[in-house]
């Protein structure tokens, strides 16, 4: 009775937290094959994205460095973040040690961090774009962009770092996955980072679409309403339905994170090991990092070319 008792915990001190995972072997063995397969599509695509992006000149447009910037998250999420989270929930027990804890969950938050900045920027672009489309070339350069990018990374590496820092108990010993992954932080900073990486910017993103969406449809109105077009209402009008496509596009991709990304928050509160629903959210959150190079794929022709091209290794 005892050798059972023993092999239902993680280590052999009966008072451990945490007890093994007990699923079928072809239930893991399939769990494993899945959400590693996840995890290679999330890489590949992913680098898809950003060989395409960095290797032809024509595509260095501003917009196109945001989804740059936003597929290197999306890449460290696969190439990092998803193989964790698979060991840790499949395995339950926490065998890893405190320093890959910390690190695992520096990764998870900065990515979500850097995720949601670079959406914040894409908003603000394609606010530009459609609200004021005559002063976007002088507004919106390749050189702002690359500094705005830049300083948002700077910004969550450090801002991130500290949240690390002050979040972890280093008294605490980590033995499964729970303790490591969803650490007890202190209320009010909780409170905090909530305000400052869902709240604040995902107000930013919704308002600006809203004012995105408005102006469109007023738009749409005024050239539907206009008579026979010159030569040059019709180049202003074609240039306005690229400008309302890439918003399209970006919209979809901006909704799929809040959609992904909005229940893993609450699952910080609410986390419980015997909870499967818990798990399901936590793995939805990272499939938007799979999700996005489909949207790209479906909605921008410059991907599909440059795939083939790169996939025919021409």
Known sequence: MEEHE?????????NSSCRKTSISTSIYVTLYIFFSL???????????????????????????????????????????????MTAAILESCWVSGEYFCALLLYILYLCTSSSVGN?????IDRYVAVCDPLM??????????????????????????????????????????????????????????????MITPSSTIITLYLKIFLVAKLQARKV????????????????DKSERKATKTLGIVVFNYLLC????????????????????????????SFINPIIYAFYYPWFKVTAKSILGLK
């Open 261 to 288: 990304w909005n229940p893993f928050m609450y699952l910080f509160l609410n986390f419980s090991k015997d909870n499967l629903s818990s798990y399901t959210i936590s793995f939805l959150s990272l499939v938007n």
């Open 6 to 14: 023993d092999n239902q915990y993680c280590f052999q001190d009966g």
């Open 38 to 84: 996840i995890s290679v599509v999330t890489v590949f695509l992913n680098l898809l994205v950003i060989i395409s992006i960095s290797h032809f000149k024509v595509l260095h447009s501003p917009t196109n460095l945001l989804i740059l910037s936003l597929a290197v998250s999306d890449l460290l999420v696969g190439l990092i973040v998803i193989p964790a």
């Open 119 to 123: 959406l914040v920027l894409i908003s």
């Open 136 to 197: 976007y070339h002088m507004k919106i350069t390749t050189k702002r962009t690359m500094c705005s990018v830049s300083v948002t990374w700077f910004c969550c590496i450090t801002y991130n770092a500290v949240l690390i820092k002050l979040s972890i108990n280093e008294q605490v010993p980590r033995k499964c996955f729970e303790e490591c992954f969803f650490v007890q932080v202190d209320y009010w900073l909780g409170l905090t980072d909530f305000l400052i990486t």
């Open 224 to 239: 539907c309403s206009k008579g026979p077009a010159t030569v040059s209402d019709v180049k202003t009008v074609q240039a």
